[in-house]
């Protein structure tokens, strides 16, 4: 698993990683949960909450909880993995951990089925961004009669 993730950004520009250069490292990670759980903006919250929940949000599968809150890249020219030195995350749209969070969250949505909840910050102006990986990738996967969405 380690050679098809890093098969993904090795020896390549940080900037320029396109979200299909996951696809073989996110096909050797098959989900399995039953109960999927969304989020946005409720991190935190989300963390404690699922310690006492049979559903699954994306930090709990195999590669979201490894990787997540990490930050990777590599650079033209060398075999390298660095951890330091990497784009920020707004530097660049297609770097390592952003086209990698953008391409597991498109797998996780389209493997939601039956029962789907989705945890908002209703104390916020925007509970639901439609900027959020939630609101561009996840909500438009999700779709009647393959899941029945709980509020
Ligand atoms: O449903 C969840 C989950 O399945 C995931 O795949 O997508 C949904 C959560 O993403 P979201 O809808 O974009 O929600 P947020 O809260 O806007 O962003 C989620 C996370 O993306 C943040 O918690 C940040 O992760 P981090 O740094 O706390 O480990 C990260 N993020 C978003 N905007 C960022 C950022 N990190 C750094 N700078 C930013 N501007």
Avoid at 40 to 56: A, E, G, M, Q, W
Avoid at 63 to 80: A, I, Q, Y
Wanted: glycine share 4%.
């Amino acid at each position: 698993m380690w050679h098809e993730f890093e098969k993904a950004y090795v020896n390549r520009d940080p900037c320029k990683i396109p979200i299909n250069a996951y696809d073989s490292l996110v096909a050797a990670a098959p989900f399995e949960h039953s109960k999927t759980l969304f989020w946005s903006k409720t991190k935190n919250l989300v963390r404690d909450l699922t310690k006492n929940r049979d559903d699954v949000n994306l930090e709990k599968t195999l590669l979201g909880s490894v990787l997540d809150g990490l930050t990777w890249c590599g650079k033209m020219g060398s075999r390298e993995t660095f951890t330091k030195g990497c784009p920020e995350w707004k530097e660049c749209e297609n770097n390592p951990p952003r086209s990698f969070w953008k391409r597991l969250s498109t797998a996780f949505a389209d493997f939601a089925r039956e029962d789907v909840t989705v945890i908002l910050d209703g104390s916020i102006d925007t509970p639901f961004d439609p900027e959020s990986t939630f609101a561009t990738i996840e909500v438009k996967r999700i779709k009647y009669p393959k899941v029945k969405l709980q509020y």
